[in-house]
């Protein structure tokens, strides 16, 4: 019953995160690539679904991506003239940010 009640809250608890919150915070990093912002999107979508079924990527009309990890976690990659630059956020410490995988993209 103790495992139903600890799943049922951090369930609860991931839902209370919004992007919009998330994006009020400081980035964990930025940097920039020379892969296209697709590439980039892509592998770390890849890599974060690996370990979580509900990663998703969303395309923007503007040629940006945001890959959104099911703990909250957000990837922003915007096309510069040579690649892309990356900023990744994370929500409140409560949660674990899948950084390792976003930086392996690079």
């Not at 920039?32 to 912002?37: D, M, Y």
């Not at 370990?51 to 976690?73: C, E, K, L, M, T």
Request: hydrophobic share 35%; proline share 9%.
């Amino acid at each position: 019953m103790r495992k139903i009640v600890l799943l049922a809250s951090a369930t609860l608890l991931a839902g209370c995160v919004s992007p919009d919150s998330v994006q009020q915070r400081e980035p964990l990093f930025v940097t920039e690539t020379t892969k296209s912002p697709k590439v980039y999107a892509n592998c770390v979508h890849e890599r974060w679904a690996e370990h979580a079924p509900y990663a998703q990527i969303f395309s923007r009309p503007d040629g940006s991506y945001r890959v959104r990890h099911y703990g909250g976690n957000l990837v922003d990659v915007t096309p510069t003239a040579t690649g892309a630059h990356v900023e990744m956020r994370e929500p409140p410490p409560h949660f674990s940010a899948p950084e390792a995988e976003a930086k392996a993209c690079l």
